[in-house]
């Protein structure tokens, strides 16, 4: 059967109440306040951080807050009155605001995002007759084709049950604006639909584009999703984090990237290294990962993009293949250089790179270990990065 609005609805209450701990009935909007369920599993880690606290707001009414034991009085508490009877969108807004200076109580350097919920619409999205779109067989992958038959955007179905299939897009920056991500999308959701799944497509309240791009395709709101996040620090680690530091506010419904944390949030994997006596091993790490030839060229195309960039584009730039490129962008991943998103789209924060660069600059620092190798090779340097192999290599 065909999925409509009602049953893709329905489909994501299951979901959604098997992700917040919560019974179907707690989301369908019948008491008298917002709930707020103590779950133990909200403490799990999730790579360097931690989300204690999860709220959904649903469009058809209904709200639950997913906590931390911990914090699960003072959410129940602080609740009511942020929620009051304001449109769900305005009150994710108060809540996201107020939950991380609660939580980060407990752990400094908290912040929120609240994400918009969609699904299908009342009716299926047409298909747009100027854009031609190819899939692979499983119907997983999904590409808008340009008249040249290069790749201009492309959707991906990720199965988070057996019924609930998220959708997410990435559109090649020189093709933005130009439907291709309509279509390809679109799509996706016709392909989920037709199966009886509900497709589920989630964008930051801030992203006006996927905002757009949902509305073209006819999606609608189910909720809105408030995350509350902070940094899975040791304690030690946590105190020396400025006072008051967030990685996000939002002000006047705005979203807003608080740069202290955020930052924090993302050197801290090598930051640690920095402290520590494998150093050097680490340098010498990043050193070989850097010495394979063209390597540092595709580094220097990616800090030029400035966001996201389709490696296709990046061979381009570099004048190299694009499966050659696919595995340096791999290898910059690995070496916490890059970013891996959907579809072969890497991109780099600049603030890496200079920490990387603290990296090295603190092996250089660090005493060398006696060794077999000549006393020519600076130290946290293997012999082979000194010598200048690749011919490719960082400035001074």
Do not use: K
């Amino acid at each position: 059967m065909h999925t409509d609005h009602v049953r893709a609805v329905a489909l994501l209450d299951a979901y959604y109440a098997q992700q917040l701990g919560c019974p179907v009935e707690a989301l369908a909007g019948s008491a008298a306040g917002p709930a707020v369920v103590a779950l133990d599993r909200r403490a799990a880690s999730l790579g360097p951080r931690v989300s204690p606290v999860l709220v959904l707001f649903r469009a058809g009414g209904g709200t639950v807050a997913s906590s931390v034991p911990a914090h699960a009085d003072a959410v129940r508490r602080v609740l009511p009155d942020l929620v009051g009877d304001a449109h769900p969108e305005e009150a994710a807004t108060r809540v996201a605001a107020r939950l991380p200076d609660l939580v980060g109580e407990a752990r400094p350097g908290a912040w929120a995002h609240i994400s918009r919920v969609l699904t299908a619409g009342r009716s299926l999205p047409a298909p747009l007759p100027d854009v031609r779109v190819a899939y692979t067989v499983d119907r997983r992958r999904f590409w808008a084709v340009t008249a040249g038959e290069e790749r201009a955007s492309h959707a991906e179905v990720t199965w988070y049950t057996a019924s609930v299939a998220n959708i997410s897009v990435e559109t090649w920056p020189r093709f933005r604006r130009q439907g291709y991500g309509r279509a390809a999308v679109a799509e996706a959701v016709r392909s989920v639909c037709e199966h009886g799944d509900a497709p589920l497509y989630l964008h930051r309240i801030e992203n006006a584009a996927s905002a757009a791009l949902a509305q073209a395709v006819g999606l609608e709101a189910y909720g809105w999703l408030v995350e509350v996040s902070a940094l899975d620090l040791p304690a030690d680690d946590a105190r020396r984090l400025p006072d008051g530091t967030r990685g996000a506010v939002v002000t006047r419904g705005v979203f807003e990237v608080g740069s202290r944390a955020a930052h924090w949030h993302m050197v801290y994997p090598q930051q640690r290294l920095l402290e520590s006596a494998g150093v050097a091993s680490a340098a010498q790490e990043l050193c070989a990962a850097l010495a394979v030839p063209g390597r540092v060229a595709v580094l220097q195309a990616l800090l030029r993009a400035w966001g996201a960039a389709h490696v296709e584009d990046l061979a381009s730039a570099c004048g190299l293949d694009a499966a050659g490129v696919r595995t340096h962008c791999r290898a910059l991943c690995e070496a916490g250089l890059a970013c891996d998103h959907l579809g072969g789209v890497f991109s780099v924060w600049p603030h890496q790179v200079s920490t990387a660069m603290g990296l090295l600059a603190a092996a250089a620092g660090t005493p060398r270990a006696p060794s077999e190798d000549s006393g020519d090779t600076p130290a946290g340097q293997p012999p082979h990065q000194a010598a200048g192999r690749g011919g490719r290599g960082l400035a001074p």
